[in-house]
């Protein structure tokens, strides 16, 4: 017999926690990304995340509608991202309407 104890999940900031990127065309790139973050209800919830360059420019942005309560954590993806050919790397962050932007990070090469 396996036994679990339920850990109540506290909303901190949203993690990015996992990122699929995929070339398209040269120059526009498709991403698949995994977000953690307990969401607490329509208050409190992950509502975005965003492709940042090297110097944090904002390269896009994909909204996200409602909480994700009970899909934890939960992918969503963003296709057609145009990002300029002198970048190699990118960051991904997430937001809550708590706290912002803040959670975990992930750094990627894009593929050539």
Do not use: C
Not at 31 to 48: L, N, S
Not at 55 to 79: I, M, N
Not at 89 to 106: F, N
Request: aromatic share 6%; proline share 6%; glycine share 12%.
């Amino acid at each position: 017999m396996l036994a679990t104890i339920a850990e109540p999940v506290v909303a901190g900031p949203a993690d990015v926690v996992g990122v699929e990127v995929t070339k398209s065309r040269p120059g526009v790139y498709n991403f698949t990304v995994t977000v953690r973050h307990g969401d607490a209800g329509w208050k409190h919830y992950a509502d975005a995340w965003q492709v940042l360059g090297p110097d944090g420019t904002v390269l896009a942005t994909r909204g996200l509608a409602h909480p994700h309560k009970d899909e934890q954590p939960f992918t969503r993806s963003l296709s057609g991202v145009a990002i300029g050919q002198e970048i190699r790397r990118v960051s991904l962050r997430a937001h809550d309407k708590v706290h912002g932007y803040g959670g975990a990070m992930i750094t990627v090469e894009l593929p050539k």
